[in-house]
């Protein structure tokens, strides 16, 4: 085993586990192995791990919960990060002080949201319909029902390309149309949220709406990552893709939903090879017919996809 995996089991122990099957833990239910998988429980763990992946030149990759990402079939070279434990709590904070919350990274967004609505703040509620936990959240500036993450964001805590602490302010972000200006050696770990007090119960009634809005119009029911694609300025991409009668074509066991043009749901053994090669056929038919070039949402990670 080379230096940096004993440094691994050393340092961070139970934590850690080798050739972990990555497949079961993404909502596509697709790709290969983690060569090293972590779980961190605080933050002196996630530096240990970090820093050792620092010293011996070894990629890094942070999961959420999976909902927005392609693993390649061949895995993830390097180590693989799931934060846990205290990086995934929500606190309110003591003395309370009005319209402020703060969200681990690893917390998913459910959670976070049954916290604010306990707390007496609404507004930020379609954050509950989204998948994921709240880092993945806020590197993809998720969105949902006219609303999206960055508005709400007071200050981000992460650890930046040193691995030193560093609290940057919600307009630095860079937050834009699914997307943020994090770099890609920074790792968040959470953040400070400001949401107005509310009318929790109409909150509540609003989620329960949306959450019936999303059964009936998204093939929940199947294995997928959400959107494949980014919606084109003033355009959606389902309606492109549907209007090319796409619906229903496949790949090996990768389908365009017939529910949902934009979703790709694997069928049962769909790769990450028939993905992609299904998706770039969709990009190549709009493409030719509306002259529009679909950029992945989706975030295709591991060996082969380029970094
Ligand atoms: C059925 C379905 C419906 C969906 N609907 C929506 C929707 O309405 N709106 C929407 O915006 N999205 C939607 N999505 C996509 C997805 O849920 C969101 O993008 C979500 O925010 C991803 O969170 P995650 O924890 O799963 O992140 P992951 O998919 O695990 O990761 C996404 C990216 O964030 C990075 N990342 C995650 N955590 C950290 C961290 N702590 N530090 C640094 N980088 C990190 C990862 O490396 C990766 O690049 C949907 C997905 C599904 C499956």
Redesign the pocket.
């Known amino acids: 085993m080379s230096g940096w995996k004993d440094r691994l089991r050393l340092e961070v122990g139970a934590r850690v586990a080798f050739d972990e099957p990555l497949a079961p833990k993404?909502?596509?239910r697709i790709g290969g192995p983690a060569e090293a998988y972590v779980r961190p429980e605080n933050a002196a763990e996630l530096v240990s791990a970090l820093r050792i992946a620092r010293e011996h030149e070894v990629p890094v990759?942070?999961?959420?919960?999976?909902?927005?990402?392609l693993i390649s079939d061949a895995g993830i070279a390097g180590l693989v990060?799931r934060?846990s434990g205290e990086?995934a709590q929500v606190t309110t904070p003591s003395p309370p002080e009005p319209e402020r919350i703060y969200v681990g990274?690893?917390a998913?967004?459910s959670r976070a949201v049954s916290q604010m609505l306990q707390d007496g703040l609404a507004g930020a509620e379609?954050l509950a319909?989204?998948?994921?936990?709240?880092?993945?959240?806020?590197?993809?500036?998720?969105?949902?029902?006219g609303g999206?993450i960055g508005p709400f964001v007071e200050t981000v805590e992460?650890l930046n390309g040193d691995l030193e602490l560093e609290r940057r302010p919600g307009p630095s972000c860079g937050f834009v149309y699914?997307g943020s200006g994090?770099l890609r050696d920074?790792?968040?770990?959470g953040a400070w949220l400001r949401v107005p007090r509310g009318d929790v119960e109409s909150a509540r009634k609003h989620l329960r709406e949306m959450r019936l809005a999303?059964r009936r119009t998204?093939?929940?029911g199947q294995p997928?990552?959400?959107?494949i694609f980014k919606n084109p300025p003033g355009e959606y991409a389902g309606r492109l893709i549907e209007a090319c009668g796409l619906k229903g074509r496949r790949v090996g066991d990768a389908e365009i939903s017939s529910l949902h043009a934009n979703?790709i749901v694997n069928l049962g053994h769909a790769t990450a090879a028939e993905v992609s090669e299904l998706a770039a056929m969709v990009q190549s038919e709009v493409s030719g017919r509306f002259g529009l070039e679909l950029q992945w949402?989706?975030?295709r990670?591991g060996r082969g996809f380029a970094r």
């Open positions: 993404v909502s596509f990759t942070v999961l959420g919960s999976g909902s927005n990402v990060v934060l990086l990274a690893g998913l967004n379609f319909t989204i998948p994921g936990t709240f880092g993945g959240a806020l590197i993809m500036n998720a969105g949902a029902h999206e992460l699914r994090f920074e790792f968040i770990l999303r998204q093939p929940i997928n990552a959400g959107s979703f949402e989706v975030k990670i």
